[in-house]
């Protein structure tokens, strides 16, 4: 192979070299508009998902706020037809009782006139003598007004007396299906705060009903209370929660301390602070926690607050039983506390 061979092999193997940096600068180019292209892609469909799940919370939030409007007019409605039923039927009641005592009456007297007149005619075509005449008609009058008490005494007894007692009776069970219903919308009206304000009080109301005559009504109104505070929540705000420590430095969320999160979910007067500050606890497997929570269940006034005490307990303790009621909470953690301690914490720790 000559010099000028050489030569041009030299400047075939340059060129293939400079082709393929060419062939590789153009790759990683392309490479990164790709990946900058996808990028934009993941972050539009990450704000697309977030906007879906922002409008689904707001219509079902609406959904269930209808929910409860149209169940507050049927209740109204409802009401309302027993009080316009209640009234006709008291009204027909003294209406027919009015019109039986007065053909009853009518009755009566015309059997009377009937019977003193037959009595008289009979003295006069019997007796033509006065003395006998006079003597036969003051028996007469003394029998018939003996009998005649007699018999008006009987129809009484008969006939009047049954059909008051008859009506006594109607009146007592209208009376009982009105206190009844009375009742009925007592508790209604009692489900009705705790779900549209998060009543706790009310609630726990309803729960003291149980061993009495009204308890399956009332255990149907708290089982209303809870599918509805499973179904919705009130709190949908995603401010932080930010406290001011002694040295005045600002701490917000998972970083405010154990205490001071008891501390809010014990004195603040804002029940989405409580709220909050419930929902931080799940976290804080430490001394104190789960009986801070359970006291919480026991005496907040309001039912967001606990709902979150106990979720949070449960996530701490693993005991699961209900959503609002706390005593079955409270019964389980006497008999475990000790066992569940041995796991826990020191407050305020890492």
Not at 200 to 214: E, I, P, V
């Amino acid at each position: 192979m000559n010099g000028e061979e050489r030569q041009d092999q030299k400047q075939n193997h340059i060129n293939l070299s400079d082709t393929l940096l060419k062939i590789i600068d153009h790759s990683d180019k392309e490479s990164q508009r790709l990946y900058r292209i996808y990028r934009i892609l993941v972050g539009s469909i990450t704000i697309i998902v977030i906007i879906g799940i922002g409008i689904g919370c707001y219509f079902t939030y609406k959904s269930q706020k209808d929910m409860r409007d149209e169940h507050r007019d049927q209740v109204k409605d409802m009401r309302n037809d027993l009080g316009d039923q209640t009234k006709d039927m008291k009204e027909k009641m003294d209406n027919d009782f009015t019109v039986l005592q007065n053909h009853l009456k009518s009755t009566l007297e015309m059997t009377v006139t009937d019977m003193g007149n037959r009595v008289n005619k009979r003295i006069d075509d019997e007796f033509k003598e006065e003395k006998i005449q006079t003597l036969i008609k003051q028996k007469a009058e003394e029998y018939t007004e003996k009998n005649v008490h007699n018999y008006i005494g009987e129809k009484v007894d008969n006939t009047i007396e049954p059909i008051v007692n008859t009506l006594r009776q109607q009146n007592e069970t209208l009376t009982k299906q009105v206190d009844d219903w009375n009742n009925r919308s007592k508790l209604m009206k009692l489900s009705d705060k705790a779900i549209d304000s998060g009543d706790a009080q009310s609630f726990r109301d309803l729960l003291k009903y149980n061993g009495t005559d009204l308890e399956l009504a009332a255990s149907a109104e708290a089982a209303r209370v809870k599918i509805a505070y499973v179904s919705a929540r009130r709190l949908i705000s995603s401010d932080d929660l930010t406290v001011t420590e002694s040295d005045g430095s600002k701490k917000t969320n998972n970083d405010i301390k154990t205490s001071m999160l008891i501390n809010i979910l014990k004195t603040d007067k804002s029940w989405e602070s409580r709220v909050k500050a419930a929902q931080f606890l799940a976290n804080r497997s430490q001394d104190g926690v789960p009986d801070a929570l359970l006291e919480s269940c026991k005496k907040d006034n309001h039912l967001d607050v606990v709902r979150a005490s106990l979720e949070s307990f449960r996530r701490i303790t693993g005991h699961s039983y209900d959503v609002l009621e706390c005593d079955n909470y409270e019964k389980w953690w006497s008999e475990n506390k000790s066992e569940i301690a041995k796991k826990l914490k020191p407050i305020d720790s890492k």
